[in-house]
Structures are given as C-alpha cells and as structure tokens.
C-alpha cells in the first residue's frame, strides 16, 4: 500500500467546519475535545477531494459520513469515565498477536443496545443507520496475552463474561485518556467507534446465556464442537463469534483469546464444514436455480446447478468502491472448491465463508445438494465496509425467496446475466465452475 498519510488532530481539527455542515454539533465541541485521525495511502484522491468533490466516484464521503457520527458520541463522552449500557459487545484485535488489545464496546447510552451487536437484524438498514449503531460505540482496552489464564486478570475475566451475556449490561469505563478515533478500512468486522485504554471497568450485573455459560465450564469440550452444539440449540452466529473470540471454548488449557476477524472466520468455517458433510449426502435438486439479492449497493447473484456439491464465490469491485477505491476498472476476486472441499485458506477471506455457510444452510434445511456458484457486484453505493456479515445475511435473504427455475442451464445464465452490469464474457473466464459444467464432459456421459 506505499507510506501512509496520517491526517492529526490539529489538521483535521482546522478542517471541521468545512467538512461537516452542522454547526451546533461543532459548537458542542470544544478544538481540545476533537483527537480523532484518518488513514490514507500517499497520493489518494482524498488528500486532494478533502470530502468535496467526489473524486473517488462514491455517492457519498465516507470519511465525512464516519466524522459524523463519531462526534455525535463524543460530544456525549465527559472527561475520562463512561457509562452505558453493552449490547453486550467485546472486541479483540489481532495486531502484536500473540499479545492483543481486548476489552469492551459500550456506547454512552442507557437502555436495551442489544441490536447495536446484532447484525442479523440489520438486514435493511441504510449505511447511516449501521454507521450510526456501530459507531457510537466506545472502545475501551487493555494489552493482555492470548493464552491469559482464567483468574490470572480482572479485566480479562469481566470482559469473557460480558461477552456470554444474553441481556444489555451495565458497563463503566475509567480511561487512562480521552477516547480518540482512527479510521480504518477492514470489511471483516462490524467498524466501531472512538477508542481508549481502560484504568479500570465496573460491571453490572448479568444474566448469563446459560447455553453459552454451560459450553465454557465444559472444560474437556473441543471448541468446535462447542460452536457446532450452540448452533444447533439456534444461537445466532455473531453470539457465538463473540464468546469464541474471548476463548470462552475449548479444552481448558488450550483455550486462547481469538482476534474478532479471525473468530468471525473461523466460527463461519467450522459450521459451514459441518453442513457440508450432510448436504454431500443429499439428493441432487433437478432443476437450475436463480437467486439473488441487492443490498448496500452489493447485488448478489446466486446459481444453483443440478450437480454434486462444488462451490465458488466471485466478488466483482467497481471504481471508487472500498477495495478498489482509485481503479479505472473493475477488480475481481474469487475462490473455488471441489466435492472434498478445499485445504487451503480462500485467497478472498472472509466473505467466501460467510456465503458458504448461507448456501449450506439452506441445502440442508432442504434435504437437497447442488453445485452453487455466486456473483456479486459491490457498486460505489458501498462507500464503506461495515462487516461481512452484510455478505453472509445478503446470501441468506435472497435463499429465502422462491427461485427462479430453468429447464436449461442457458436460460438460467442469460437470466442472471442479464441482472448484472459486468458483461457475462468477464464472469465466464473468471468462473473456474462454468468452465467445468460448460467445456468437462462427465464421465456419464460416455
């Protein structure tokens, strides 16, 4: 990515009036108050826009949109404490691994937060009003080793707890500094808000999901047999993402602190691998079918073959869209794998795994297998990355609508085709399993 620019307080502090155009919520805010930064490789198109002229061919700053909500909670912090109420929501990060930085998210709100840590009831939602849940949450931290005895850490031990939590709980943070905010592009994990290093962390009381609760005194119990057990008692798949993150699971002395991207990952893969086992063992459906949704500006295709079980994921960014935020052409990305799956890790990260398990959901809850490829176009709409659940649950909304169905795999592809920008000629060289159903004759057929 070259040397980064780093924009300071003072810089930005200068430029607040230009930016956003509310002046009581400037007002709010004393210049001494504002320590928030952003990030940008040397030479972007943001150095020279500054938020105005759109040069990055985004409806829409995200930086600006970012800016706002983050000092629409600060404006709420006062001085170095803060109180509200957790979703309840943790977060582990993975830089300095094997030592990280872990610890609560709380916004300075009373109440029941709880959708704030729930991305599958976000399906919906505009961009602001994600931006807005997942940015008014504070971060307070501590540094603390991943393989961190149970008892050996107070503020370890209250945040492993708050994360099993089934209810919102009342949090109280004592910073060591006034939280600051530092933006960053990461689509593997829900953005939160400013940030500070915790002096210490009050906790009120919790009612323990006792699913959750019973899965970590489960001493000799695999983690992943733990994950594979809560889904099947249908805990949602973020809940089980967060107590995995903070090593709620596993044999006692193997347990381990997991960074939130990687636990997200992770907790996707194991089920999704899991599911897999029974759909190779289910009837081929006999029929081609189309799916799709469109959400964010991310317009997901989904073909269903008449076929044994494959899978491949295709992710298309267009100019000005986040991971392709400066290019003058579509960037691609994809992953496939065959009938015995796949040994390596999917060069396209999480967003493969995601949709795996959203595919291998519904073949299952059908008793039925299948080849299944998907497309999706992330359009400039996307101005920024809010988490890859956004894949996972786009995926599961468009499997929960009737397909299309097709006699001929032809018909199927001119259809779905014909719903997206990029021309089929660009997917078919890209697509490892259209090579395979169009060009491979099977062995059948002799």
Same mark, same amino acid.
């Given at each position: 990515m070259g040397k980064i620019t780093v924009f300071s307080r003072s810089r930005l502090g200068l430029d607040l009036a230009n930016l956003i155009d509310e002046p009581k919520l400037i007002a709010e805010l004393n210049p001494s108050d504002v320590n928030i930064s952003y990030k940008v490789p040397s030479g972007s198109l943001c150095v020279l826009c500054k938020g105005a002229r759109m040069l990055c061919g985004k409806s829409r700053c995200p930086i600006i949109v970012r800016l706002s909500h983050y000092m629409r909670t600060l404006v709420k912090v006062k001085g170095l404490n803060l109180d509200g109420s957790s979703p309840p929501s943790v977060f582990v990060g993975r830089f300095g691994y094997p030592y990280v930085f872990v610890g609560p998210l709380t916004p300075p709100v009373h109440g029941d937060t709880s959708i704030m840590d729930a991305p599958e009831l976000w399906l919906g939602k505009s961009i602001d009003e994600i931006a807005e849940i997942r940015?008014?949450?504070?971060?307070?931290?501590?540094? =603390?080793?991943?393989?961190?005895?149970?008892?050996? *850490?107070?503020?370890?031990?209250?945040?492993?707890?708050l994360a099993l939590s089934n209810l919102s709980v009342e949090v109280e943070m004592f910073f060591k500094k006034k939280p600051s905010g530092v933006f960053l592009m990461d689509?593997? =994990?829900?953005?939160?808000?400013?940030?500070?290093?915790?002096e210490s962390l009050k906790i009120g009381s919790l009612r323990l999901d006792h699913r959750l609760d019973k899965a970590y005194h489960d001493y000799d119990l695999k983690a992943s047999d733990a994950v594979l057990e809560l889904y099947k008692s249908s805990i949602p798949v973020s809940k089980i993402q967060r107590a995995f993150s903070v090593g709620a699971f596993g044999e006692y002395k193997r347990r381990r602190l997991v960074?939130?991207?990687?636990?997200?990952?992770?907790?996707?893969?194991?089920?999704? *691998?899991?599911l897999m086992e029974n759909v190779r063992r289910n009837p081929i459906i006999n029929e081609y079918r189309v799916y799709e949704s469109d959400y964010l500006d991310n317009r997901f295709e989904i073909l269903m073959i008449p076929d044994v079980w494959c899978y491949e994921s295709i992710e298309a960014w267009y100019p000005g869209t986040v991971w392709n935020p400066q290019g003058d052409r579509v960037v691609m990305y994809g992953d496939y794998e065959g009938f015995s799956g796949r040994t390596t890790y999917a060069d396209m990260g999480g967003c493969y795994y995601a949709a795996r398990l959203a595919v291998t959901e519904r073949l299952v809850a059908e008793q039925r297998q299948a080849s299944v490829l998907i497309l999706r176009e992330a359009h400039p709409g996307y101005i920024m990355p809010v988490g890859v659940w956004q894949v996972?649950?786009? =995926?599961?909304?468009?499997?929960?609508?009737?397909?299309?169905?097709? *006699?001929r795999l032809e018909d199927a592809l001119e259809y779905m085709f014909s719903k997206l920008s990029i021309p089929r000629g660009v997917w078919m060289r890209k697509s490892t399993l259209l090579k395979q159903v169009l060009h491979q004759r099977k062995i059948t057929s002799f």
């Open positions: 940015l008014s949450l504070i971060r307070g931290n501590f540094r =603390v080793k991943v393989d961190q005895p149970t008892g050996s *850490n107070r503020l370890l031990d209250e945040v492993r707890d689509d593997e =994990v829900q953005p939160f808000g400013a940030s500070a290093p915790i960074p939130t991207r990687w636990s997200i990952t992770a907790v996707d893969s194991i089920i999704s *691998n899991a996972r649950e786009n =995926v599961r909304n468009a499997l929960r609508k009737p397909p299309l169905k097709f *006699n």
